[in-house]
Every structure is written in structure tokens, then in C-alpha cells.
């Protein structure tokens, strides 16, 4: 008898799990580019694995003459269900071929053998995370697939990633999203330092892969 109580409890548990993961929308903020540069400088102040931090001035500088898209998730706070916080952001812009921005030109002298800049548009998901305390609830999930969408939109066909190697959650999370790694640089010194380079195709039938729920707020 007590098997069937466990198994039952069990089942209870995992039912309840699954609905609570399917049932739970993700809010998204969509930020404009000055109000979203400070946001993204606010939020990466709770990253301690980032060595030097965005500014908002450095957001600004890089996505002022490109289309772009800054994204961020606010959730509850576990011991205060009433309030809501940013926990997690993205920020997505396009990538073009004839780039002047030096870390850009590198970029793109970086991965030109490999992508076709000529027959599409590129977008690149530049910078993002998910709060420690926030992580495995699907938020970054829901940035990604959100942020496909709208590059999509633009006419995008490919969405470009970089990590290093040590970032061992995010080539963890950019794989279940069914991004490809189609570059490794080494790094001479230090393999944790080693660049991965990740591509996905933005295919027209996608939206039916999203698996994220998800309601997205365009703010002023
Ligand atoms: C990587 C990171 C963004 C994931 O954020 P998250 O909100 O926890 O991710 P999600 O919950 O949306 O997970 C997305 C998918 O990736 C998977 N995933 C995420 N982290 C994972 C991990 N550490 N190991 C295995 N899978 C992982 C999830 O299972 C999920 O897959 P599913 O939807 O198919 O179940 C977060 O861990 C983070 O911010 N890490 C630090 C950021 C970083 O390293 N930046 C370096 C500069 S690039």
C-alpha cells in the first residue's frame, strides 16, 4: 500500500511540475535603446561570472545605427511573490559585412568564412543571462525564441552566438536551443578562454518549434 501512496505522490509531483512549467508566462519587456541601455547596465550588475560589465554608454555606442532589440524578463521574487523584478535579458542586433566598429570588423573578419553575408541578413545575439536565482525556469528560453521572431521579422536567415569555453550553463543552454557550433578558436594560453562560435537558422516554420509562453510589453 505504501508503494501505491509513493507512487501516487510521485506522479501528483511531476503532473504538477509539468503544468506549473506549460502554465507559466513569461513576462517580456521590450526596452527602446536609451531607457533599455540603463536596464541592461542595472541587471549585469548581478552577474558575478562577467569580467567587465556592460555600461550603458557601451550599449549605446554599439547598437545607436543598427536595428536592435533589448529584451528583459521580469519575475517574482521568491520570498516576496508580489513584486516583480528584472532576472533576465538579451540583447540582439544585426551584423553586417561592411562593419566600422573595430570589435565588430574583428567579428566579422572572425566568422565571414562561414556565413553568407551576401545572400541575407545576419543578426547577432550579443549579450545575455539569466539572474542565478532565476535559472531553469524557461526565461532565457523565452528571450531566445522572442528574439528569433524579430529577427526574422527583419529578414534575418541566420542568428549568430560567441561564448567561451568556461561558460559551461550557456553552451548547455545555446545547444538545447538548437544552436550549432560552426567555429572554435583556441586559445593559446588558457582553453577555458577559447571562443565557440554558434549558428541557428531562422526557418519560416519555427514559430511552431517555440515551446516558450510568453507575454511581451512594448515600453515607451
Ligand atoms: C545560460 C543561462 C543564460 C541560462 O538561462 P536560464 O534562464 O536558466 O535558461 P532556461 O531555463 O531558459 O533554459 C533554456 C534551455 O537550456 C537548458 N539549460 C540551461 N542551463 C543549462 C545547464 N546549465 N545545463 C544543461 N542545460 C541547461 C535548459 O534545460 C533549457 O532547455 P529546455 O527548454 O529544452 O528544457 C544562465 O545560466 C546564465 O545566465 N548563465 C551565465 C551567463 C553566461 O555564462 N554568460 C557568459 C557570456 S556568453
Not at 34 to 60: N, P, V, Y
Not at 64 to 81: G, K
Not at 192 to 204: M, N, P, Q
Request: proline fraction near 4%.
Amino acid at each position: 500500500m505504501p508503494s501505491t501512496w509513493m507512487t501516487l505522490a510521485r506522479f501528483w509531483a511531476w503532473t504538477t511540475e509539468a503544468l506549473l512549467r506549460y502554465a507559466v508566462t513569461t513576462l517580456i519587456k521590450q526596452y527602446p535603446l536609451e531607457s533599455g541601455a540603463l536596464e541592461i547596465q542595472f541587471i549585469e550588475e548581478h552577474f558575478g561570472e562577467f569580467g567587465r560589465r556592460k555600461t550603458a554608454a557601451d550599449i549605446l555606442t554599439r547598437l545607436s545605427d543598427r536595428p536592435s532589440l533589448i529584451l528583459m524578463v521580469e519575475a517574482p521574487m521568491p520570498d516576496e511573490p508580489g513584486s516583480l523584478v528584472p532576472v533576465a535579458y538579451k540583447v540582439v542586433h544585426e551584423l553586417r559585412a561592411d562593419e566600422r566598429e573595430p570589435k565588430l570588423c574583428d567579428l566579422v573578419a572572425r566568422v565571414r568564412d562561414h556565413v553568407d553575408f551576401a545572400g541575407q541578413r545576419v543578426a547577432y545575439s550579443w549579450i545575455g543571462g539569466t539572474r542565478r536565482d532565476w535559472r531553469g525556469q524557461g526565461h532565457f528560453r523565452a528571450l531566445s525564441e522572442e528574439a528569433e521572431l524579430w529577427a526574422s521579422a527583419l529578414g534575418c536567415g541566420v542568428m549568430l552566438a560567441k561564448t567561451k569555453n568556461r561558460f559551461h550553463d550557456m553552451r548547455a543552454a545555446l545547444a538545447q536551443l538548437h544552436f550549432d557550433v560552426f567555429k572554435f578558436e583556441a586559445h593559446a594560453a588558457d582553453n577555458t578562454h577559447s571562443k565557440v562560435y554558434y549558428a541557428k537558422r531562422l526557418e519560416a516554420g519555427m514559430v511552431r518549434d517555440q515551446r516558450s509562453n510568453r507575454t511581451v510589453v512594448v515600453m515607451d
